[in-house]
């Protein structure tokens, strides 16, 4: 049985790998597990894989694969061979297809061990590896079983890997996440993707890993039960298909989402473009109160200063006076003026006063 395992850090997919191993007898070979070794025994490949490690690179897909190469070629590794942590890409996906082809080593599976990304958190920072057996715990999930049950009756020396430290969690989900999802397209158009959900009890989990196996392990043995393999695909087919309910449900939930948000965004959009409409139309009637108001204000101010330069222009009072007086007096002359028969009257006494004299 030859496996891929694909899983975010933290998927349990090192945990079930191992429990296949002790199933099945088959190697887990992890990449990671292949650089450090090959770092540690300081070979060509490793001293290469370090120099891009020390420089916080991501070691080239030729070092890797010639590792991985070398591993399968491992007598242990005939029978079959579990991948963790490798392929990582499409292109890597590629180039392992191309390789296992040429050594007749062709993938039965790929599994996507399926976990929500908040669990994910949780049991990342609970992942604890020991020192002196290199197994894998989990001080939330998967704590060690008894005191003394590593090599010589020891207790586990557990510790904390340095990239399972919170700062890189988020940033591993991430590229992870961006990475997976070509991939499971990837193998999903081959028929290799079997999905399991990988959330709760191990045990559970594991049984739920063993059905996802049986059509592949099924299509791995000898020709003459070839009948029941028939069979057993058929119901993986069916399986297939359930499978591919879910994803499509997903797919239409993620476009009604879709839908929502646009709906969401265009009215609020609607609502701003409402409210500027407003604001501008309140601007506007502020701007023509403004005006008005000064108009007014000019005009009073013109009207007052005309009426200053007419009272300016007015001559003085006293010319006023003088010119009144003026004016009476000359009715009042003209009112006390003798009538022509009074003037007659003075005349006639005037001219026999003159005789008289
Ligand atoms: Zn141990």
Same mark, same amino acid.
């Given at each position: 049985?030859?496996?891929?395992?694909?899983?975010? &850090?933290?998927?349990?997919?090192?945990?079930?790998?191992?429990?296949?191993?002790?199933?099945?007898?088959?190697?887990?070979?992890?990449?990671?597990?292949?650089?450090?070794?090959?770092?540690?025994?300081?070979?060509?490949?490793?001293?290469?894989?370090?120099?891009?490690?020390?420089?916080?690179?991501?070691?080239?897909?030729?070092?890797?694969?010639?590792?991985?190469?070398?591993?399968?070629?491992?007598?242990?590794?005939?029978?079959?061979?579990?991948?963790?942590?490798? &392929?990582?890409?499409?292109?890597?996906?590629?180039?392992?297809?191309?390789?296992?082809?040429?050594?007749?080593?062709?993938?039965?599976?790929?599994?996507?061990?399926?976990?929500?990304?908040?669990?994910?958190?949780?049991?990342?920072?609970?992942?604890?590896?020991?020192?002196?057996?290199?197994?894998?715990?989990?001080?939330?999930?998967?704590?060690?079983?008894?005191?003394?049950?590593?090599?010589?009756?020891?207790?586990?020396?557990?510790?904390?890997? &340095?990239?399972?430290?919170?700062?890189?969690?988020?940033?591993?989900?991430?590229?992870?996440?961006?990475?997976?999802?070509?991939?499971?397209?990837?193998?999903?158009?081959?028929?290799?993707?079997?999905?399991?959900?990988?959330?709760?009890?191990?045990?559970?989990?594991?049984?739920?890993?063993?059905?996802?196996?049986?059509?592949?392990?099924?299509?791995?043995?000898?020709?003459?039960?070839?009948?029941?393999?028939?069979?057993?695909?058929?119901?993986?087919?069916?399986?297939?298909?359930?499978?591919?309910?879910?994803?499509?449900?997903?797919?239409?939930?993620?476009?009604?989402?879709?839908?929502?948000?646009?709906?969401?965004?265009?009215?609020?959009?609607?609502?701003?473009?409402?409210?500027?409409?407003?604001?501008?139309?309140?601007?506007?009637?502020?701007?023509?109160?403004?005006?008005?108001?000064?108009?007014?204000?000019?005009?009073?101010?013109?009207?007052?200063?005309?009426?200053?330069?007419?009272?300016?222009?007015?001559?003085?009072?006293?010319?006023?006076?003088?010119?009144?007086?003026?004016?009476?007096?000359?009715?009042?002359?003209?009112?006390?003026? &003798?009538?022509?028969?009074?003037?007659?009257?003075?005349?006639?006494?005037?001219?026999?006063?003159?005789?008289?004299?």
């Amino acid at each position: 049985m030859r496996l891929v395992l694909l899983g975010a &850090p933290g998927s349990g997919k090192g945990t079930q790998s191992q429990k296949l191993v002790d199933k099945h007898g088959i190697p887990q070979v992890s990449t990671g597990d292949l650089l450090r070794d090959a770092v540690a025994r300081q070979t060509p490949l490793g001293m290469q894989a370090k120099a891009a490690m020390d420089a916080g690179k991501l070691v080239d897909d030729a070092i890797v694969l010639a590792l991985l190469r070398e591993r399968l070629a491992r007598r242990d590794a005939k029978r079959g061979f579990i991948l963790d942590g490798y &392929p990582r890409n499409v292109a890597q996906a590629d180039t392992l297809a191309a390789m296992l082809e040429e050594t007749r080593q062709p993938l039965d599976a790929v599994v996507l061990m399926d976990v929500d990304t908040r669990v994910l958190f949780r049991r990342l920072t609970g992942r604890r590896t020991c020192r002196r057996c290199g197994r894998v715990f989990n001080v939330y999930t998967h704590p060690p079983t008894g005191l003394r049950d590593c090599k010589g009756g020891k207790e586990h020396d557990l510790f904390q890997r &340095p990239d399972d430290n919170e700062a890189t969690i988020s940033n591993r989900l991430e590229v992870y996440e961006a990475q997976t999802q070509p991939l499971v397209s990837y193998y999903r158009r081959r028929r290799l993707l079997k999905v399991v959900d990988a959330e709760g009890e191990l045990d559970v989990v594991f049984a739920r890993l063993e059905d996802a196996l049986a059509d592949a392990a099924a299509a791995a043995s000898p020709r003459e039960q070839r009948r029941p393999v028939r069979s057993r695909r058929a119901s993986g087919r069916a399986k297939g298909s359930s499978v591919n309910d879910t994803l499509k449900g997903a797919a239409r939930k993620a476009a009604r989402i879709e839908k929502k948000a646009e709906k969401t965004a265009r009215k609020t959009v609607k609502r701003a473009e409402k409210q500027a409409k407003r604001t501008v139309a309140k601007a506007e009637k502020a701007a023509r109160k403004t005006v008005k108001r000064a108009k007014k204000t000019a005009k009073r101010k013109v009207a007052t200063a005309r009426k200053a330069i007419r009272k300016a222009a007015r001559p003085s009072l006293a010319k006023r006076t003088k010119r009144a007086v003026g004016k009476v007096a000359s009715r009042v002359r003209k009112a006390t003026k &003798p009538s022509a028969k009074t003037r007659v009257k003075r005349a006639i006494r005037k001219a026999s006063r003159r005789l008289k004299r």
